[in-house]
Each structure stands twice: as C-alpha cells, then as structure tokens.
C-alpha cells in the first residue's frame, strides 16, 4: 500500500495550510454530549453512508480538514468533533456529568462517542485517531452495532501502560507520573520536535491555548490504563483497518503485531504520527477501499 501512485504524489504536494479554514459548504453545530458541548463540523450527505472522525489528546476537527472533502466527494456525511476538554470544547468536562465527577476518565469519553454515533445514522464508519482509537475500540466492545467498519489511526497497538512501546524513550515511561507525561508530550509539540510547517505550528501553539491542560493530564493518564478490548474487537464482524506512518511513535511491527491479533488490514504510509495530515489521499483512499468491504 505504499507505492508510488497518483495518491502519494498529491500527497508530496501537500502545500503549507491555514488549519482553520475549512472546505467550502462545512456545517459548525455544537453536539451536546454527555459532558457538555461538543464543537462538530459535518460535511456532505449520507448518500453512501456516515463516516466519524475522531481525533486524539491534544487534536481536534482542524486534523481531518484535509480528508473531509475526499470523503464527502466520495458520496459519505463526514462528522467531526473535538474531545471533552479540547480545543472548541473546553467547556465539556466531567463536572457536567450526572451526578459530576472529578476527573476525565474512560467512561467520559466512550459515553461521548456513543452518544455522537447515535445521534446520526447507524451503523456508522468509524476512525479513531491515536487515544481516539483506544475509545473507540472500548464502544465497539460495548456496542457494535453502532459500527459499520473501524479504522485505527497511529493508535497505541498495545494496552495497559501503552507508553511502554513507543520508540526508544518507551523503557522510561514508568518511571513519569501522567502529569509529567503530558508535560513532555506538550513541550514537545509546542517546540515542533516533529518539524511540521509554519502554518501548521501556528495552529497547534493557538490550539493549546484553548485546550484544558487538565484534560491532556487524564488522557495521558487513561493511556497508562487501557484496558483489553482486544478479543472483543477481534470478534467484531466488521472490516478494520489499522494505519500508521512508518516514524510513529510506535515501531511498525508493533502495529502489524496488533492489526493481526484484531484481523485489520495495515497500511504503513512514509511519514510520522499524523497520516491524517501528511498522506490524506493515500489514507482516504485505503479507508474507501475498507468501506467497500462493509457494503458487499
């Protein structure tokens, strides 16, 4: 899946972007959640079916604006919605809970998204972006028939203490506390270690502005406490899809290891933890071809 092709080439001419500025016809709305507002874009029609995209800990919608119009053009309604405590919503949390809690935990946001998925129409094509991923496996343990197929995207092939995989540093990563964790992944991000355009860091730096670093803390703090819905996801009768760059954080085999035990394709793309951002065509085009699967 990773020869050259008209995909990859328009992909390698990828220009700088202004991250905010969505496609033309995109529809803004605020999904109310479990804990509170949820900032969600929505674009297309449901001709051929719904596609959710879910973005991880520190992300947002603005990671899918290249992809949604490759998948609206391809016939599907693609939604989009930032995490309890990111970005746009901030303001969603566990305090607007019933009764309130304290803390973002697992059941915060796995309640979100089932909610998300059963506000539209279901079963619904799902893809779920690094810690995204983790949740979305842990709501089709729960409930499958929300989902028409699954695609994880850079999401930790592991569980428990995912950290303890990632490249070279993974070795160390019992001995931080989730608060420190998530200092080190923010410092990283905001001093641009991944080298990503000006455009790009511009967005990231004023994203952190408005996310809660609160909520980065916990979901750094989830990932340390994954629990196994492996066998559950593995049981799913429903095409899966695992995809990764080849410089993720966590090393290929890892991926390849975890797409088998789950009985999910792979697709390995030359490029870093945000495929999403960096191989959009390549990565819509795989996602179709899945997607194809469900409806045969």
């Given amino acids: 899946m990773t020869i050259i092709d008209e995909a990859r080439e328009r992909d390698r001419a990828i220009p700088d972007i202004d991250w905010r500025v969505f496609p033309e016809g995109t529809r803004h709305d605020v999904f109310r959640a479990p804990s509170g507002g949820l900032a969600r874009v929505s674009l297309g029609e449901p001709t051929r079916g719904r596609i959710v995209l879910l973005p991880g800990v520190t992300g947002s919608k603005e990671d899918f604006v290249l992809m949604l119009p490759l998948l609206a053009e391809a016939g599907y309604l693609v939604e989009s919605i930032d995490l309890a405590g990111q970005y746009e919503s901030a303001d969603a949390g566990p305090w607007n809970l019933d009764p309130p809690r304290q803390r ?23 893809l779920g972006y690094s810690f ?24 930790p092939p592991a569980t428990g203490q995912v950290f303890r995989g990632v ?3 993974g070795r160390f990563s019992g001995l931080t506390t989730p608060r420190q964790s998530a200092a080190l992944l923010v ?24 996310t809660r670093r609160s909520s980065v803390n916990d979901i750094v703090g989830l990932m340390m406490t994954t629990p196994d819905f492996t066998a559950a996801v593995r049981d799913a009768d429903l095409p899966k899809l695992v995809a990764v760059g080849e410089h993720d954080l966590w090393p290929s085999a890892q991926h390849a290891a975890y797409a088998q035990r789950i009985g999910a394709e792979l697709a390995v793309y030359d490029t870093g933890h945000s495929p999403c951002e960096t191989a959009p065509h390549q990565l819509v085009r795989d996602i179709l071809r899945v997607i194809e699967r469900a409806r045969n």
């Fill in 104 to 126: 973002y935990d697992h059941e915060l946001f796995q309640h979100d998204v089932a909610a998300l998925l059963e506000a539209g129409p279901t079963p619904a094509h799902v």
């Fill in 132 to 155: 995204a991923g983790l949740v979305a496996q842990a709501v089709l343990a729960a409930r499958p028939e929300l989902f028409a197929s699954l695609t994880l995207l850079s999401t």
């Fill in 167 to 169: 490249k070279r540093i």
């Fill in 187 to 210: 410092w990283g991000v905001r001093n641009n270690l991944n080298k990503v355009p000006p455009g790009r860091l511009a967005f990231v730096r004023e994203r952190f502005t408005r």
